[in-house]
């Protein structure tokens, strides 16, 4: 597999073993999507779900990280997808990002594979599967699209867009929205009207890397996990933009709460956030 970074890298290795996991658990999941019904079986609420596809993306890359990098810790969605190395790593895996459109068949979902090294992003992944998409991304080697022939068909750079008026924008929803207070509403109503879209697709991977790749121009959301947003983060910041958390300061592991977009209108996005949570009593 050739890359166009330099074999170099430190973390050469670790890229291109994320990029053939990513495309072979896109593989799975797509032979899977396309040959109809599946087991679901709900977690913490009625709308929390995972699939025999979750289970089975999430072991076959799991198998493989363990056994080419036993030191490496590792952190996944599924039940035993977590693991304790011996500090030289941390992989956060989302085996199937999108787990309610996948159940139902609306064609939006990806897996998601990152390498954070002292809270640190050093690569990411992000397959878009049904697409068939490679969105990757190393530290200080920039970010990438890759299709099935071509690994690295085009960099990726975040949009040009200044104006939040003349922007197209995703967020999500938390599975608790309907008994938490802090659910997103507030800002999803503050905002709709003083931006040229807002989308929710269900995939917040998919939705970072669009970022990255131009095709929305911001993204805002809180209350998921690290293995949600762990690659995307990179994808982001090797295509120049800007993540942080909701009160502006760089976002790190352990966050659950997300602003990302283009430098001019990342910061145009945080204020709007800002001002809806203030508005609606919010911390």
Excluded: C
Aim: proline share 6%; glycine share 10%.
């Amino acid at each position: 597999m050739d890359l166009p970074i330099p074999t170099s890298f430190p973390f050469y290795q670790e890229l291109i073993t994320a990029i053939e996991l990513a495309r072979q658990a896109g593989d799975l999941l797509l032979r899977i999507h396309r040959t109809g019904p599946r087991q679901v079986r709900t977690k913490r609420t009625a709308v929390d779900m995972v699939t025999e596809a979750d289970t089975a993306s999430q072991a076959l890359i799991l198998e493989t990280l363990i056994a080419r990098f036993p030191g490496h810790s590792i952190l996944a969605e599924e039940e035993g997808g977590e693991r304790t190395g011996q500090g030289q790593g941390l992989w956060l895996v989302d085996p199937l990002d999108g787990t309610t459109n996948f159940a139902s068949r609306f064609p939006v979902f990806g897996v998601s594979i990152a390498l954070w090294v002292d809270e640190t992003p050093v690569l990411g992944v992000i397959q878009d599967v049904v697409r068939e998409r490679t969105y990757w991304g190393a530290r200080g080697h920039g970010a990438w699209l890759g299709t099935p022939a071509h690994l690295a068909d085009l960099p990726l750079r975040v949009s040009s867009t200044r104006e939040l008026n003349q922007s197209l924008i995703a967020t999500g929803f938390p599975y608790a929205r309907a008994t938490l207070r802090d659910n997103n509403l507030a800002e999803f109503n503050y905002l709709m009207p003083r931006v040229r879209g807002v989308r929710r697709a269900g995939a917040a991977a998919l939705d970072l890397a669009w970022v990255a790749d131009a095709r929305l121009d911001g993204y805002w959301e809180a209350h998921l996990s690290p293995w949600d947003w762990g690659a995307g983060v990179l994808l982001i910041q090797e295509a120049e933009g800007v993540v942080t958390d909701y009160q502006g300061n760089p976002w790190r592991l352990g966050r659950d709460q997300m602003v990302a977009g283009n430098p001019y209108v990342h910061e145009k996005l945080l204020q709007a956030v800002q001002k809806a949570r203030q508005q609606a009593g919010l911390p």
